[in-house]
């Protein structure tokens, strides 16, 4: 019943830009905090930002801010993470999530349904 679906992503040069969304559907969308995460190969699956679900509280992982910026459309019932600067350790599945409940930092606190979408920097 619950679906994440993100879409975006792609090969981009350092120093590019990528706009990543999530559509969701299956729960009451603007009740949930939502998040993206990433997971390059052989690497924990790690928080990139966070964005509440009236919109007023924002967090970033220190590797990307000031770089990523999360948004969300209630109305449309979808997330986005507009990527600037991309570095080559960008290069990860970026995956989103709505919160369980919790400690946001605890991986497990976030529930995933979606594939994920393949972000590629290269140098």
């Known amino acids: 019943q619950v679906q994440l679906v993100e879409s975006g992503g792609g090969l981009v040069q350092a120093g590019g830009s990528l706009r990543l969304s999530c559509a969701v559907s299956?729960?009451?969308?603007?009740?949930?905090?939502m998040a993206w995460f990433r997971q390059a190969p052989g690497k924990e699956r790690d928080l990139v930002a966070v964005?509440?679900?009236?919109?007023?509280?924002?967090y970033y992982a220190d590797s990307v801010k000031g770089r990523f910026n999360i948004s969300r459309d209630n109305a449309e019932a979808t997330v986005y993470l507009q990527m600037n600067g991309l570095k080559t350790e960008d290069t990860a599945v970026y995956y989103c999530a709505f919160h369980r409940g919790g400690d946001y930092y605890d991986v497990r606190s976030w529930a995933f349904w979606g594939r994920g979408t393949q972000v590629t920097v290269s140098s």
């Open positions: 299956g729960i009451i969308f603007s009740r949930y905090d």
């Open positions: 964005i509440s679900g009236s919109s007023t509280m924002t």
